[in-house]
């Protein structure tokens, strides 16, 4: 199984950042599998964002739920996440993930 995220590099403040992790060697509707975004800004540790399962369920970090929405494609075998309202204290490298299995993770900086 591989994931790669893919996205923009910059977002000014206030917009929405959109990222896609596109999913080979597995479906996103297999049993048991949860497709999560995480990210780390800039010399700060893992903060876990939110992730969507099998069945189309969605999950949020609490501190974020507002802000964030993750959906799924299967006809395209990927996953979705957008950040409204964004600041530059959203800077960070942004990764999907299910299990052990990661993105390579993408850096999405903040700013005008």
């Known amino acids: 199984v591989q994931l790669q995220e893919s996205g923009p590099g910059l977002v000014k403040p206030s917009q929405t950042l959109s990222l896609t992790c596109t999913v080979s060697g597995r479906h996103i509707t297999t049993d048991v599998y949860v497709w999560t975004w995480i990210r780390q800004p800039p010399g700060k540790g893992l903060e876990w964002l939110g992730a969507?399962?099998?069945?189309?369920?969605?999950f949020y970090s609490p501190s974020l739920k507002s802000r964030t929405s993750i959906s799924g494609d299967s006809s395209k075998n990927m996953f979705t996440l957008q950040l409204r309202s964004v600041t530059p204290d959203d800077t960070a490298v942004y990764y999907c993930?299910?299990?052990?299995?990661w993105g390579q993770g993408t850096l999405v900086t903040v700013s005008s």
């Open positions: 969507i399962a099998d069945s189309g369920s969605t």
């Open positions: 993930n299910s299990g052990r299995i």
